[in-house]
């Protein structure tokens, strides 16, 4: 994603931003992206070395003496980040105050709800490595207290976050417990897909006498049909066009597409 550089000073050295893997140079910046994803920054973003980074890249070090006694003193994660928000000036009142109950609205939804929003949040931003670290630890700690319709949710979540880093296995069993919870014919669908991804897979026998020869074949359609449609998105058609550049240029489109990916595997592992 890209953010908005605006005035005032900006950093030498950027600070990194885990939740969305980008840098951030400016407080401006900082303040667009809480604002626009605040449900990534409400556990502990406004830590000493997030300080320090204003104090010496920014140059606000009376605010940072502010942060620093509004956390020793334990005061809530939101309300220091909306504190340095409005010292920045960036947005208005009116609009701190719907984040503020935007934020409001997410401190009332149940543990696990919420915890699934974040995970869900960042497998949107394909963040796969934290959001299956988030779902694995929903179902660890649920302790019967979470519907068999809501474990079936995360599951199923779960299951697309492996597939998508290529552990079709792990992405198998995770569907199987989701199908056991709540008999779903989407989740089944999802299986089934999986055995076309990976030969060394296969659908249990009692999956297999739900759904009929003619749905199974129907569903083997739509995935042949997702494959050729994959072939012809910007990311293939990118490899592709590499090759008709000549060497130098070729080269230096290679090294970009890699860095791309690099900075997608860092949000898989």
């Known amino acids: 994603m890209s953010v908005i550089v605006c005035g005032q000073k900006r950093a030498q050295r950027p600070f990194y931003l885990e939740e969305l893997g980008i840098n951030i140079y400016s407080c401006q910046e900082f303040c667009y992206v809480v604002y626009h994803h605040p449900l990534l920054f409400m556990?502990?973003?406004m830590d000493q070395s997030l300080v320090d980074f204003i104090r010496d890249e920014f140059d606000m070090g009376?605010?940072?003496?502010?942060?620093?006694?509004?956390?020793?003193?334990?005061e809530r994660q939101e309300?220091?980040?909306?504190?340095?928000?409005?010292?920045?000036?960036y947005y208005t009142t009116a609009e701190l105050n719907k984040l503020r109950q935007t934020l409001q609205s997410f401190k009332k939804l149940s543990v696990f709800e919420y915890a699934k929003r974040k995970a869900d949040y960042l497998a949107q931003f394909k963040q796969y490595g934290r959001a299956i670290a988030g779902y694995e630890e929903i179902l660890e700690e649920r302790d019967g207290r979470a519907d068999d319709q809501f474990v079936s949710r995360v599951l199923n979540n779960l299951g697309a976050c492996y597939a998508r880093v290529f552990q079709f296995r792990?992405?198998?069993?995770?569907?199987?417990?989701?199908?056991e919870k709540r008999r779903d014919?989407?989740?089944l669908e999802r299986m089934y897909h999986l055995t076309l991804l990976d030969s060394g897979l296969d659908l249990k026998e009692r999956?297999?006498?739900?759904?009929?020869?003619?749905?199974l074949?129907?569903?083997?359609r739509e995935?042949?049909?997702?494959?050729?449609?994959?072939k012809e998105s910007v990311g293939v058609k990118n490899i592709g066009d590499l090759f008709e550049k000549d060497s130098v240029r070729r080269l230096q489109g290679a090294a970009k597409l890699v860095e791309e990916w690099k900075q997608e595997y860092r949000g898989m592992a």
């Open 62 to 74: 009376f605010v940072a003496a502010r942060l620093e006694q509004r956390i020793k003193s334990g």
């Open 223 to 230: 995935f042949e049909k997702a494959q050729e449609a994959a």
């Open 79 to 89: 309300d220091i980040l909306l504190f340095f928000m409005q010292e920045c000036n």
């Open 185 to 187: 014919m989407a989740t």
């Open 170 to 179: 792990k992405a198998m069993e995770a569907y199987d417990k989701a199908y």
């Open 207 to 215: 999956y297999r006498s739900a759904a009929s020869g003619e749905l």
């Open 217 to 220: 074949e129907r569903w083997k």
């Open 43 to 45: 556990d502990g973003i």
